[in-house]
């Protein structure tokens, strides 16, 4: 099945691997086959991974972009999903699905699973912030 993409102008994309930067009109991409495709506006730069959530986000990220670099951001992914838990463990079904979706090679689908972590944390210290 094939994805089609509508950039706006000046609108990032990255497809595997490659930074795609759109011209001045609106374009439309068609990809016919399987590729690894992430929007500007879910791309997560490093320097704003400024939060436990939004670090398993990146390091999803990096997962997903950079399979054969795997190894080192495994790693990261696991220590920080591991100590997410410790810290926050009402949050363990939202780790679960993020772990589900890294284990069957879906990173995508684990990517929004880390957007939902991240809104998850913003509830969870908005609330702490109540009780202060």
Do not use: W
């Not at 102008?9 to 086959?33: C, F, S, T, W, Y």
Request: aromatic letters at 6%.
């Amino acid at each position: 099945m094939a994805l089609k993409l509508v950039l706006k102008p000046g609108e990032r994309v990255v497809v595997n691997q490659a930074v795609i930067v759109n011209g001045r009109d609106k374009a439309e991409l068609v990809l016919e086959n399987r590729a690894v495709v992430l929007r500007e506006r879910d791309i997560l730069k490093e320097r704003d991974a400024n939060t436990p959530a939004k670090r398993i986000y990146f390091l999803v990220q990096m997962l997903y972009l950079f399979p054969d670099k795997a190894a080192p951001y495994q790693e990261k992914f696991n220590t920080h999903l591991r100590e997410f838990i410790q810290a926050v463990p009402s949050a363990t079904p939202l780790a679960l699905e993020i772990g589900e979706g890294i284990i069957r090679g879906n990173h995508y689908a684990a990517l929004k699973s880390c957007r939902k972590l991240i809104a998850y944390e913003e509830k969870v210290l908005k609330n702490v912030a109540g009780k202060s």
